[in-house]
């Protein structure tokens, strides 16, 4: 279990125990965003699940009866959108009648859907962690994990309640975002030059 410190909407700093490795959401989890994975031509069957909720993205195989790969939303630092490509479904029915003396008549009707697709990288500190392959619409899901992750897990707020649990000075100690021990006074961290003020 993973203690995960977050913004409530009225505006104080709650703490739960989260299971990062549960198939099942944990308590207090929503469910925002998932794509199912199946398997099989005449028997499908479910083979996996890629699912962003509130408070962690993760992978869970069914095959494997495990999840295979997991992300807090507390420690995600960014989303990167790699290989956009565009991928198109259509359809085309046409045809053609001749009649005596060279005259004719055709037809047809054409119709197409286009997407985009992409790679999704969710990283921590500049380490990509979890890639999801050919994702539909990949800017929106860096959107909505971006917008999550700067409502319930603002820095600045957090930053200053988890060094004050520690019985630190809000203005020294170790860096929120990289981890670093900074000097007494310094405003910004040595390290990676993150602000606490």
């Known amino acids: 279990m993973t203690i995960i410190h977050y913004l409530s909407n009225t505006?104080?700093?709650?703490?739960?125990?989260?299971?990062?490795?549960?198939?099942?959401?944990?308590?207090?989890?929503?469910?925002?965003?998932?794509?199912?994975?199946?398997?099989?031509?005449?028997?499908?069957?479910?083979?996996?699940?890629?699912?962003?909720?509130?408070?962690?993205v993760y992978v869970v195989d069914y095959e494997l009866n495990k999840v295979i790969g997991t992300l807090m939303m507390s420690d995600l630092s960014d989303v990167v959108i790699l290989n956009t490509r565009r991928m198109y479904n259509s359809q085309h029915v046409g045809g053609y009648s001749s009649f005596a003396k060279g005259l004719g008549m055709s037809g047809g009707i054409s119709r197409g859907i286009g997407v985009t697709v992409a790679d999704v990288m969710?990283?921590?500190?500049?380490?990509?962690?979890?890639?999801?392959?050919?994702?539909?619409?990949?800017?929106?899901?860096?959107?909505?994990?971006?917008?999550?992750?700067?409502?319930?897990?603002?820095?600045k707020e957090l930053g200053v309640f988890l060094?004050?649990?520690?019985?630190?000075?809000?203005?020294?100690g170790t860096c929120v975002n990289c981890g670093a021990r900074n000097k007494i006074g310094s405003s910004f961290c040595a390290s990676c030059g993150y602000t606490t003020r």
């Open 11 to 56: 505006g104080s700093i709650k703490a739960i125990d989260v299971d990062p490795y549960s198939i099942p959401l944990n308590n207090q989890e929503v469910e925002l965003w998932s794509h199912r994975e199946e398997r099989g031509i005449f028997n499908k069957h479910l083979s996996k699940i890629f699912r962003i909720t509130n408070l962690r």
């Open 163 to 172: 060094h004050s649990i520690s019985g630190e000075n809000p203005q020294t």
């Open 122 to 155: 969710f990283m921590i500190q500049g380490q990509p962690i979890i890639i999801w392959r050919g994702v539909i619409d990949p800017s929106g899901i860096r959107r909505l994990v971006l917008s999550v992750k700067k409502q319930i897990f603002p820095k």
